[in-house]
């Protein structure tokens, strides 16, 4: 059973929250403001945060920074009232992995968390096993029937996420968002040339390839593997 701690200030809302995680086979834990969510977090493992940007004494930001620069990689779903577009682009900056706005809608709320833990697990392991091809994260390295490709450290990336993913296309702005700074003067064609950069190196690769979704980006797709 996965454990997903609710930082909400307001108690009707981690009501909520705590009858439809539980409802859908989570063990919910609730804290009122950062600084409580913190100390709960000493003693216990917690696999996702849903966390509110408005609230007392330790609010989201300041808590999602202080997850942050402690080194911790647990997922945390931003739910919030705050819509404006700087709210949204600096909560990601800041480290948040998904941004709802309130109020929100409980099936899209679980199917976002499940999600999000399912992507955790796939980072936690550090690698992905497709056909005969392994990626290896922590050294960007792909193994292709046993011959070692170091693949730089954007490409690689890309590659893992389309992977990680497999058949799901994510758009160049997304892409973008993910592994560019917003701040940067990069552009959408950059993608592009990481993408022609990646299908140069894995050209004989039997197990996938990266398709291009006319007018929108890029997804991975498995070579079906024939039967001996």
Known sequence: MFNILVVDDQAHIR????????????????????AEALRLLENTHIDLVILDLMMPTMDGYAFLKTLRDNGSSIPVL??????????????????????MVKPVDDVEMILRIR?????SKISEEQEITVGSTK??????????DGVELQIPKKEFQILFKLLSFPNKTFTRAQLMEEFWDMDSESEARTVDVHINRLRERLKDNRDFQ???????????????????
Do not use: C, H, W
């Open 135 to 144: 990626l290896i994260y922590n050294s960007f390295t792909v193994v292709q």
């Open 15 to 34: 009501r909520l929250y705590e009858y439809t995680l539980e409802k859908n086979g989570y063990k919910p834990y609730t804290a009122g403001d950062g």
């Open 115 to 119: 999600a999000l833990l399912r992507r």
């Open 210 to 228: 990266i398709v291009t979704v006319r007018g929108l980006g890029y997804k991975a797709v498995k070579t079906p593997q024939e039967q001996p």
């Open 78 to 99: 931003i739910i919030t009232a705050r819509d404006s577009a700087q709210d949204i682009r600096k909560s990601f900056l800041m480290g948040t992995d998904d941004f």
